[in-house]
């Protein structure tokens, strides 16, 4: 697990950017972290990284965002008003699973649980073990993003990569 310590918005957005260079085809990014801790300027720095140049909102109200035009297409999901997994599968989101595009998901511990992240070390999940398990997209690979509050500005933020 790698740590990086952002001490402004722009950092934070500048890492997401650095990701976006080089993301692979099939990514998925899992978002955690408390309200306003930066998970939708670290998607918004992805965007640009991935050559997207609409401007990246985010989805808390529409559930998930399409953004083309860029290397790849982004595919931006946000649970925060989801509450369940059964709220999750009815809201039909396994569709943003792409492997032509990066897929970001925030408040993504409700869909995976706190763990989550462990259901993608020994193989992708299909959909039809659902809602006992979580779908995973396959080939790809999960990295899975904790961002913590150290103050107004600054915050902390852990990613591992996992899977192929």
Known sequence: MATFISRSPNETEALGESWGRSAPSGLVIGLCG???AGKTILARGLAR???VISRVQSPTFTLARVYTGGRLAL???DLYRLETREQIAAAGLEEYFSTSGVTVIEWA???FGESGRLAFRARPLSSTSWPLSPPAPAPGVLRWVTIECLSGTDRRIHYEDIGH
């Open 75 to 77: 595919y931006h999901l």
């Open 49 to 51: 990284g991935l050559g």
């Open 34 to 36: 408390e309200l306003g």
């Open 109 to 111: 511990e409700r869909w």
